[in-house]
Protein backbone atom coordinates (compact mmCIF):
# COMPACT_ATOMS: atom_id res chain seq x y z
CA UNK A 1 0.00 0.00 0.00
CA UNK A 2 2.87 2.38 0.92
CA UNK A 3 4.26 2.04 -2.33
CA UNK A 4 1.02 2.58 -4.20
CA UNK A 5 0.93 5.93 -2.25
CA UNK A 6 4.51 6.98 -3.16
CA UNK A 7 3.75 6.17 -6.54
CA UNK A 8 -0.07 8.17 -6.94
CA UNK A 9 1.72 11.05 -4.70
CA UNK A 10 4.52 11.01 -7.22
CA UNK A 11 2.47 10.99 -10.02
CA UNK A 12 -0.08 13.82 -8.52
CA UNK A 13 2.80 15.83 -7.44
CA UNK A 14 5.01 15.24 -10.12
CA UNK A 15 4.40 19.26 -10.90
CA UNK A 16 6.10 19.73 -7.47
CA UNK A 17 9.67 18.46 -8.32
CA UNK A 18 10.69 22.09 -9.72
CA UNK A 19 9.01 24.04 -6.50
CA UNK A 20 10.74 22.64 -3.75
CA UNK A 21 7.71 23.41 -1.39
CA UNK A 22 4.19 21.29 -0.52
CA UNK A 23 1.31 23.38 -1.68
CA UNK A 24 -2.23 22.66 -0.33
CA UNK A 25 -3.42 21.27 -3.44
CA UNK A 26 -0.36 18.42 -3.52
CA UNK A 27 -1.10 17.53 -0.10
CA UNK A 28 -5.32 17.52 -0.30
CA UNK A 29 -4.22 15.13 -3.59
CA UNK A 30 -2.38 12.99 -1.88
CA UNK A 31 -4.14 12.94 1.63
CA UNK A 32 -7.28 11.52 -0.86
CA UNK A 33 -5.70 8.63 -1.30
CA UNK A 34 -4.51 7.91 1.84
CA UNK A 35 -8.08 8.53 3.41
CA UNK A 36 -9.23 5.51 1.17
CA UNK A 37 -6.37 3.28 2.28
CA UNK A 38 -6.62 3.95 5.89
CA UNK A 39 -10.94 2.97 5.84
CA UNK A 40 -9.12 -0.46 4.47
CA UNK A 41 -7.76 -0.44 7.56
CA UNK A 42 -10.35 -0.34 9.66
CA UNK A 43 -9.37 3.01 11.14
CA UNK A 44 -13.10 4.56 12.16
CA UNK A 45 -13.64 8.27 10.67
CA UNK A 46 -12.80 10.31 13.78
CA UNK A 47 -9.09 9.11 13.75
CA UNK A 48 -8.85 9.53 10.18
CA UNK A 49 -10.23 13.43 10.38
CA UNK A 50 -7.81 14.06 13.20
CA UNK A 51 -4.96 12.89 11.73
CA UNK A 52 -6.07 14.14 7.84
CA UNK A 53 -6.29 17.68 9.74
CA UNK A 54 -2.84 17.04 11.21
CA UNK A 55 -0.74 16.22 8.71
CA UNK A 56 -2.48 18.88 6.24
CA UNK A 57 -1.50 21.23 9.10
CA UNK A 58 2.41 19.75 8.89
CA UNK A 59 2.55 19.12 5.54
CA UNK A 60 1.46 22.28 3.29
CA UNK A 61 4.94 24.63 3.01
CA UNK A 62 7.14 21.51 4.19
CA UNK A 63 9.99 21.53 1.44
CA UNK A 64 11.06 18.58 -0.51
CA UNK A 65 14.42 17.05 0.49
CA UNK A 66 16.98 16.14 -1.55
CA UNK A 67 16.90 12.53 -2.47
CA UNK A 68 13.11 12.00 -1.16
CA UNK A 69 9.98 12.45 -3.38
CA UNK A 70 7.05 14.25 -2.69
CA UNK A 71 4.85 11.09 -1.86
CA UNK A 72 8.08 9.85 0.14
CA UNK A 73 7.88 13.08 2.16
CA UNK A 74 3.77 12.75 3.22
CA UNK A 75 4.38 9.26 3.73
CA UNK A 76 6.88 10.15 6.19
CA UNK A 77 4.67 13.25 7.83
CA UNK A 78 1.70 10.67 8.26
CA UNK A 79 4.00 8.24 9.67
CA UNK A 80 4.71 10.85 12.35
CA UNK A 81 1.36 12.05 13.01
CA UNK A 82 0.41 8.19 13.48
CA UNK A 83 2.97 7.89 15.76
CA UNK A 84 1.53 10.47 17.51
CA UNK A 85 -1.98 9.45 17.39
CA UNK A 86 -1.02 6.02 19.01
CA UNK A 87 0.61 7.71 22.17
CA UNK A 88 3.55 6.48 23.83
CA UNK A 89 4.86 3.65 25.35
CA UNK A 90 2.80 3.42 28.23
CA UNK A 91 4.48 1.13 30.73
CA UNK A 92 1.49 -1.46 32.72
CA UNK A 93 1.33 0.33 36.06
CA UNK A 94 2.17 -1.35 38.86
CA UNK A 95 2.97 0.56 41.82
CA UNK A 96 0.60 -0.37 44.77
CA UNK A 97 1.28 -1.76 48.07
CA UNK A 98 1.37 -5.47 47.06
CA UNK A 99 -0.40 -6.84 45.47
CA UNK A 100 -0.70 -4.59 42.39
CA UNK A 101 -3.74 -5.99 40.91
CA UNK A 102 -4.41 -6.51 37.24
CA UNK A 103 -8.43 -6.86 36.23
CA UNK A 104 -8.59 -8.36 33.07
CA UNK A 105 -12.01 -8.03 30.97
CA UNK A 106 -13.42 -7.92 27.26
CA UNK A 107 -15.49 -9.16 25.55
CA UNK A 108 -16.17 -13.27 25.40
CA UNK A 109 -13.29 -14.79 23.52
CA UNK A 110 -11.76 -11.75 23.46
CA UNK A 111 -8.16 -13.23 24.68
CA UNK A 112 -8.59 -12.15 28.55
CA UNK A 113 -7.69 -16.12 29.79
CA UNK A 114 -4.70 -16.56 27.36
CA UNK A 115 -3.55 -12.92 28.07
CA UNK A 116 -3.88 -13.16 32.12
CA UNK A 117 -1.00 -16.07 31.21
CA UNK A 118 0.94 -14.48 29.18
CA UNK A 119 1.19 -11.05 31.13
CA UNK A 120 1.97 -13.74 34.20
CA UNK A 121 5.11 -15.18 32.08
CA UNK A 122 5.80 -11.71 30.68
CA UNK A 123 5.97 -10.36 34.44
CA UNK A 124 7.79 -12.86 36.37
CA UNK A 125 10.47 -12.70 33.10
CA UNK A 126 11.06 -9.21 32.27
CA UNK A 127 9.87 -7.79 35.59
CA UNK A 128 10.89 -10.47 38.20
CA UNK A 129 7.18 -10.11 39.75
CA UNK A 130 5.82 -12.56 41.68
CA UNK A 131 2.57 -13.49 40.13
CA UNK A 132 -1.10 -15.02 41.13
CA UNK A 133 -3.89 -16.43 38.48
CA UNK A 134 -7.32 -16.14 39.73
CA UNK A 135 -10.13 -16.97 37.71
CA UNK A 136 -13.76 -14.93 38.72
CA UNK A 137 -15.03 -16.73 35.65
CA UNK A 138 -17.67 -19.28 36.93
CA UNK A 139 -19.85 -18.94 33.92
CA UNK A 140 -18.43 -20.90 31.71
CA UNK A 141 -17.02 -24.36 32.21
CA UNK A 142 -13.70 -24.83 32.26
CA UNK A 143 -12.42 -22.01 32.82
CA UNK A 144 -11.09 -21.73 36.16
CA UNK A 145 -9.50 -24.83 35.05
CA UNK A 146 -8.21 -23.12 31.35
CA UNK A 147 -6.56 -20.83 33.58
CA UNK A 148 -4.74 -23.19 36.28
CA UNK A 149 -3.46 -24.81 33.77
CA UNK A 150 -1.67 -21.86 32.17
CA UNK A 151 -0.47 -21.15 35.87
CA UNK A 152 1.07 -24.14 36.14
CA UNK A 153 2.53 -23.44 32.41
CA UNK A 154 4.58 -20.09 33.34
CA UNK A 155 4.94 -21.14 36.54
CA UNK A 156 2.79 -18.24 38.17
CA UNK A 157 0.70 -19.43 41.23
CA UNK A 158 -2.63 -20.49 40.78
CA UNK A 159 -5.72 -20.12 42.99
CA UNK A 160 -7.61 -23.00 44.27
CA UNK A 161 -11.38 -21.71 45.44
CA UNK A 162 -14.40 -23.96 45.83
CA UNK A 163 -17.13 -20.96 45.32
CA UNK A 164 -18.97 -20.56 42.19
CA UNK A 165 -20.05 -16.93 43.75
CA UNK A 166 -18.02 -14.11 42.07
CA UNK A 167 -17.76 -11.78 44.97
CA UNK A 168 -16.72 -14.32 47.30
CA UNK A 169 -14.03 -15.33 44.72
CA UNK A 170 -13.00 -11.44 44.34
CA UNK A 171 -12.48 -11.52 48.27
CA UNK A 172 -10.54 -14.47 48.91
CA UNK A 173 -8.12 -13.97 46.06
CA UNK A 174 -7.16 -11.00 47.56
CA UNK A 175 -6.94 -12.35 50.83
CA UNK A 176 -4.98 -15.01 49.33
CA UNK A 177 -2.71 -12.96 47.15
CA UNK A 178 -1.85 -10.65 50.47
CA UNK A 179 -0.61 -14.38 52.44
CA UNK A 180 0.99 -15.35 49.98
CA UNK A 181 2.87 -11.49 49.48
CA UNK A 182 2.60 -11.67 45.50
CA UNK A 183 3.74 -8.69 43.49
CA UNK A 184 0.88 -9.15 41.07
CA UNK A 185 -2.42 -10.46 41.35
CA UNK A 186 -4.41 -10.80 37.85
CA UNK A 187 -7.99 -11.28 37.90
CA UNK A 188 -9.40 -13.23 34.87
CA UNK A 189 -13.14 -11.87 34.67
CA UNK A 190 -16.03 -14.33 32.36
CA UNK A 191 -16.27 -12.60 28.83
CA UNK A 192 -19.29 -11.32 27.29
CA UNK A 193 -21.00 -11.63 24.25
CA UNK A 194 -21.92 -8.30 23.74
CA UNK A 195 -21.85 -4.66 26.21
CA UNK A 196 -24.52 -6.65 28.55
CA UNK A 197 -26.27 -4.67 31.67
CA UNK A 198 -25.55 -7.61 34.10
CA UNK A 199 -22.08 -8.90 34.05
CA UNK A 200 -21.34 -5.32 33.58
CA UNK A 201 -22.58 -4.43 36.71
CA UNK A 202 -20.86 -6.97 38.04
CA UNK A 203 -17.08 -6.36 36.71
CA UNK A 204 -18.15 -2.94 38.43
CA UNK A 205 -18.38 -4.17 41.61
CA UNK A 206 -15.62 -6.15 41.56
CA UNK A 207 -13.17 -3.54 40.64
CA UNK A 208 -15.10 -1.69 43.46
CA UNK A 209 -14.32 -4.92 45.95
CA UNK A 210 -10.44 -4.70 44.19
CA UNK A 211 -9.98 -1.33 43.10
CA UNK A 212 -7.35 -2.34 40.87
CA UNK A 213 -3.49 -1.09 39.96
CA UNK A 214 -4.98 -1.75 36.40
CA UNK A 215 -7.61 -2.77 34.25
CA UNK A 216 -7.12 -3.38 30.83
CA UNK A 217 -9.62 -4.45 28.03
CA UNK A 218 -8.79 -7.27 26.09
CA UNK A 219 -10.42 -7.01 22.61
CA UNK A 220 -9.60 -8.89 19.26
CA UNK A 221 -7.40 -6.48 17.24
CA UNK A 222 -9.14 -8.56 14.06
CA UNK A 223 -12.69 -7.19 15.05
CA UNK A 224 -13.29 -3.85 13.33
CA UNK A 225 -15.22 -0.40 14.10
CA UNK A 226 -17.17 -2.27 16.28
CA UNK A 227 -14.17 -2.69 18.65
CA UNK A 228 -14.58 1.17 19.31
CA UNK A 229 -18.02 0.88 20.50
CA UNK A 230 -16.91 -2.19 22.55
CA UNK A 231 -14.15 0.20 24.54
CA UNK A 232 -15.91 3.12 24.92
CA UNK A 233 -18.62 1.03 26.91
CA UNK A 234 -15.91 -0.71 29.13
CA UNK A 235 -13.91 2.30 29.45
CA UNK A 236 -16.92 4.48 30.71
CA UNK A 237 -18.15 1.75 33.41
CA UNK A 238 -15.07 0.86 34.31
CA UNK A 239 -12.48 3.36 33.79
CA UNK A 240 -9.44 1.50 32.00
CA UNK A 241 -5.51 2.12 32.27
CA UNK A 242 -5.21 0.04 29.22
CA UNK A 243 -5.79 -1.73 26.13
CA UNK A 244 -4.16 -4.69 25.02
CA UNK A 245 -5.24 -6.04 21.16
CA UNK A 246 -4.94 -9.72 20.72
CA UNK A 247 -4.31 -11.91 17.22
CA UNK A 248 -2.12 -9.03 15.90
CA UNK A 249 -0.24 -12.05 14.64
CA UNK A 250 -3.18 -12.16 11.80
CA UNK A 251 -3.41 -10.05 8.81
CA UNK A 252 -5.65 -6.87 10.57
CA UNK A 253 -3.30 -4.01 9.74
CA UNK A 254 -4.13 -2.41 13.04
CA UNK A 255 -6.65 -0.09 12.37
CA UNK A 256 -8.81 -0.67 15.10
CA UNK A 257 -6.45 -0.10 17.87
CA UNK A 258 -6.10 3.42 16.80
CA UNK A 259 -9.29 4.25 16.81
CA UNK A 260 -10.02 2.22 20.10
CA UNK A 261 -7.12 4.51 21.43
CA UNK A 262 -8.31 7.70 19.74
CA UNK A 263 -11.99 7.36 21.11
CA UNK A 264 -10.66 6.69 24.46
CA UNK A 265 -7.48 7.60 25.27
CA UNK A 266 -6.43 5.25 26.88
CA UNK A 267 -3.07 3.71 25.92
CA UNK A 268 -1.87 0.30 24.10
CA UNK A 269 0.14 -1.34 26.50
CA UNK A 270 0.46 -4.64 24.98
CA UNK A 271 -0.04 -6.62 21.72
CA UNK A 272 -1.03 -10.33 21.70
CA UNK A 273 1.03 -11.86 18.91
CA UNK A 274 -0.15 -15.51 18.68
CA UNK A 275 -1.66 -18.15 21.22
CA UNK A 276 1.34 -19.26 22.91
CA UNK A 277 2.11 -17.53 26.33
CA UNK A 278 5.23 -16.23 25.35
CA UNK A 279 3.34 -14.12 22.50
CA UNK A 280 3.11 -10.78 23.86
CA UNK A 281 4.68 -7.63 23.09
CA UNK A 282 5.07 -4.45 24.81
CA UNK A 283 3.54 -2.07 22.70
CA UNK A 284 5.60 0.31 20.41
CA UNK A 285 3.65 3.08 18.26
CA UNK A 286 6.42 3.17 15.72
CA UNK A 287 5.71 -0.99 14.57
CA UNK A 288 2.25 -0.56 14.62
CA UNK A 289 2.56 2.55 12.57
CA UNK A 290 4.42 0.84 9.88
CA UNK A 291 1.70 -1.79 10.30
CA UNK A 292 -1.30 0.67 9.35
CA UNK A 293 0.78 2.28 6.66
CA UNK A 294 0.94 -0.87 5.11
CA UNK A 295 4.76 -2.41 5.63
CA UNK A 296 7.66 -2.69 7.38
CA UNK A 297 9.81 -0.46 4.80
CA UNK A 298 8.13 2.74 6.08
CA UNK A 299 11.11 2.19 8.74
CA UNK A 300 13.87 2.15 6.24
CA UNK A 301 11.89 4.84 4.61
CA UNK A 302 12.10 7.28 8.20
CA UNK A 303 15.50 5.99 8.30
CA UNK A 304 16.27 7.68 5.04
CA UNK A 305 14.79 11.05 5.22
CA UNK A 306 15.61 11.31 8.67
CA UNK A 307 18.94 10.83 7.24
CA UNK A 308 18.39 13.22 3.94
CA UNK A 309 16.99 15.55 6.32
CA UNK A 310 20.37 15.96 9.22
CA UNK A 311 22.53 16.18 5.68
CA UNK A 312 20.84 19.05 4.62
CA UNK A 313 20.42 20.86 7.28
CA UNK A 314 24.61 19.45 7.78
CA UNK A 315 25.49 20.96 4.77
CA UNK A 316 23.87 24.68 5.26
CA UNK A 317 25.25 24.49 8.99
CA UNK A 318 28.75 23.60 7.30
CA UNK A 319 28.65 26.08 4.76
CA UNK A 320 27.31 28.81 6.73
CA UNK A 321 30.39 27.76 9.37
CA UNK A 322 32.85 27.47 6.76
CA UNK A 323 32.04 30.86 5.33
CA UNK A 324 33.05 32.32 9.20
CA UNK A 325 29.77 33.55 9.46
CA UNK A 326 28.31 34.27 13.58
CA UNK A 327 25.63 31.36 14.34
CA UNK A 328 23.10 32.07 16.50
CA UNK A 329 20.84 29.89 19.16
CA UNK A 330 18.66 29.00 16.03
CA UNK A 331 21.65 27.66 14.51
CA UNK A 332 22.75 25.69 17.94
CA UNK A 333 18.98 24.72 18.14
CA UNK A 334 19.24 22.95 14.66
CA UNK A 335 22.61 21.54 15.13
CA UNK A 336 21.16 19.53 18.61
CA UNK A 337 17.91 18.93 17.10
CA UNK A 338 20.65 16.83 14.29
CA UNK A 339 22.18 15.37 16.97
CA UNK A 340 19.27 13.97 18.04
CA UNK A 341 18.07 12.71 14.73
CA UNK A 342 21.03 11.09 13.93
CA UNK A 343 21.49 9.23 17.21
CA UNK A 344 23.48 11.45 19.64
CA UNK A 345 27.06 12.76 19.51
CA UNK A 346 28.96 10.07 17.27
CA UNK A 347 25.91 10.37 14.13
CA UNK A 348 26.91 14.02 14.27
CA UNK A 349 30.75 13.27 14.12
CA UNK A 350 30.51 11.13 11.44
CA UNK A 351 28.30 13.92 9.07
CA UNK A 352 30.86 16.51 9.79
CA UNK A 353 33.89 17.15 8.00
CA UNK A 354 36.59 16.99 10.20
CA UNK A 355 34.99 15.32 12.84
CA UNK A 356 35.78 12.08 13.01
CA UNK A 357 38.82 12.74 14.63
CA UNK A 358 37.27 13.91 17.62
CA UNK A 359 35.38 10.60 17.86
CA UNK A 360 36.41 8.67 21.20
CA UNK A 361 37.64 11.97 22.85
CA UNK A 362 34.16 13.09 23.54
CA UNK A 363 32.36 10.69 25.45
CA UNK A 364 28.77 10.40 23.89
CA UNK A 365 26.50 9.24 26.63
CA UNK A 366 27.09 12.92 27.85
CA UNK A 367 25.31 14.19 24.61
CA UNK A 368 22.30 11.92 25.34
CA UNK A 369 18.65 12.93 24.43
CA UNK A 370 17.93 13.81 27.75
CA UNK A 371 20.48 16.19 27.87
CA UNK A 372 19.89 18.09 24.31
CA UNK A 373 15.98 17.76 25.13
CA UNK A 374 16.98 20.34 28.05
CA UNK A 375 19.62 22.24 26.22
CA UNK A 376 16.37 22.94 22.84
CA UNK A 377 14.00 23.79 25.96
CA UNK A 378 16.39 26.24 27.17
CA UNK A 379 16.54 27.85 23.56
CA UNK A 380 13.04 27.78 23.16
CA UNK A 381 12.45 29.93 25.79
CA UNK A 382 14.76 32.38 24.35
CA UNK A 383 12.66 35.37 22.54
CA UNK A 384 13.46 35.75 19.17
CA UNK A 385 15.18 38.63 19.45
CA UNK A 386 17.57 36.87 22.11
CA UNK A 387 18.28 33.76 19.89
CA UNK A 388 18.95 36.24 16.82
CA UNK A 389 22.05 38.15 19.10
CA UNK A 390 23.15 35.73 21.99
CA UNK A 391 25.17 38.73 23.15
CA UNK A 392 22.44 40.34 24.41
CA UNK A 393 21.79 37.46 27.21
CA UNK A 394 22.86 39.43 30.66
CA UNK A 395 22.41 37.99 33.59
CA UNK A 396 18.93 39.66 33.95
CA UNK A 397 18.07 37.55 31.20
CA UNK A 398 18.99 34.69 31.97
CA UNK A 399 17.11 34.44 35.25
CA UNK A 400 13.91 34.55 33.14
CA UNK A 401 14.58 32.28 30.83
CA UNK A 402 15.80 29.87 33.18
CA UNK A 403 12.76 30.02 35.11
CA UNK A 404 10.63 29.78 31.27
CA UNK A 405 11.93 26.56 30.90
CA UNK A 406 11.71 25.22 34.68
CA UNK A 407 15.78 24.77 34.59
CA UNK A 408 18.31 26.34 36.63
CA UNK A 409 20.53 29.32 35.33
CA UNK A 410 23.36 26.91 35.50
CA UNK A 411 22.16 25.14 32.64
CA UNK A 412 21.10 28.25 30.14
CA UNK A 413 24.83 29.36 31.36
CA UNK A 414 26.19 25.83 29.54
CA UNK A 415 23.99 26.29 26.69
CA UNK A 416 25.62 30.21 26.08
CA UNK A 417 28.46 28.63 26.47
CA UNK A 418 28.02 26.17 24.11
CA UNK A 419 27.37 28.93 21.35
CA UNK A 420 30.35 31.03 22.49
CA UNK A 421 31.80 27.65 21.57
CA UNK A 422 30.43 26.98 18.65
CA UNK A 423 31.50 30.06 17.14
CA UNK A 424 35.13 29.40 18.22
CA UNK A 425 35.00 27.00 16.23
CA UNK A 426 33.88 28.62 13.15
CA UNK A 427 36.00 30.67 13.37
CA UNK A 428 39.09 28.19 13.51
CA UNK A 429 37.36 26.93 10.73
CA UNK A 430 37.90 30.05 8.60
CA UNK A 431 41.21 30.63 9.75
CA UNK A 432 42.19 26.85 8.96
CA UNK A 433 43.47 26.32 12.68
CA UNK A 434 40.82 24.06 13.18
CA UNK A 435 42.38 21.28 10.48
CA UNK A 436 45.20 21.91 11.61
CA UNK A 437 44.63 21.26 15.13
CA UNK A 438 42.97 18.12 13.63
CA UNK A 439 46.13 17.01 12.24
CA UNK A 440 47.80 17.66 15.61
CA UNK A 441 45.49 15.47 17.50
CA UNK A 442 45.27 12.64 14.70
CA UNK A 443 49.47 12.28 15.69
N1 LIG B 1 -3.73 -16.12 17.07
C1 LIG B 1 -3.99 -15.67 18.28
N2 LIG B 1 -4.91 -16.27 19.02
C2 LIG B 1 -5.16 -15.80 20.26
C3 LIG B 1 -4.45 -14.68 20.78
N3 LIG B 1 -4.92 -14.45 22.02
C4 LIG B 1 -5.88 -15.39 22.25
N4 LIG B 1 -6.03 -16.20 21.19
C5 LIG B 1 -6.96 -17.33 21.04
O1 LIG B 1 -8.28 -16.86 21.16
C6 LIG B 1 -9.11 -17.84 21.74
C7 LIG B 1 -9.87 -17.27 22.92
O2 LIG B 1 -8.95 -16.90 23.92
P1 LIG B 1 -9.33 -16.83 25.47
O3 LIG B 1 -8.13 -16.36 26.17
O4 LIG B 1 -9.95 -18.08 25.92
O5 LIG B 1 -10.41 -15.69 25.43
P2 LIG B 1 -11.30 -15.15 26.63
O6 LIG B 1 -11.45 -13.71 26.43
O7 LIG B 1 -10.74 -15.59 27.92
O8 LIG B 1 -12.67 -15.88 26.34
P3 LIG B 1 -13.89 -16.08 27.34
O9 LIG B 1 -13.31 -16.47 28.65
O10 LIG B 1 -14.71 -17.14 26.71
O11 LIG B 1 -14.59 -14.79 27.38
C8 LIG B 1 -8.18 -18.98 22.12
O12 LIG B 1 -8.27 -19.99 21.17
C9 LIG B 1 -6.80 -18.34 22.12
O13 LIG B 1 -5.80 -19.28 21.82
C10 LIG B 1 -3.47 -14.04 19.95
O14 LIG B 1 -2.81 -13.05 20.30
N5 LIG B 1 -3.27 -14.58 18.71
MG1 LIG C 1 -11.60 -16.62 29.49
Known amino acids: MLEFIQEKLGRAMASLSGKGLLTEADVDAALRELRVSLLEADVALPAIKHLMANVRERAVGEAVLRGANPGQLVVKIVYDA?????????????????????????????????????????????????????????????????????????????????STDVMVRAKAAMAEAKKRSVDVLILDTAGRLAVDETLMAELVAVRDLVKPTASLLVADGQTGQVAVEV?????????????????????????????????????????????????????????????????????????????????????KLEEKMMQGKALDMNDLKKQMLMMKRMGGMSGLMDMLPGMGALKGKIDPSKVDDKVIVRQVAVIDSMTAQERKTPAMLNAKRRIRIAKGCGLSVHDVNKVVKMHEQMNQMTKMMKSGKLAAMMKGMKR
Not at 240 to 256: E, K, N, W
Not at 282 to 311: C, H, M, T, W
Request: net charge negative.
Open 82 to 162: LVELLGTETPLELKASPPAVILMCGLQGGGKTTTSGKLAKWLQETQKKSVMLASLDVYRPAAIEQLAILADKTGAQSFGHE
Open 231 to 315: AKAFHDQINLTGLVLTRMDGDARGGAALSMRHVTGVPIVFLGMGEQVGALEPFRPEGLAGRILGQGDVVALVGKLQAAAASEDGS
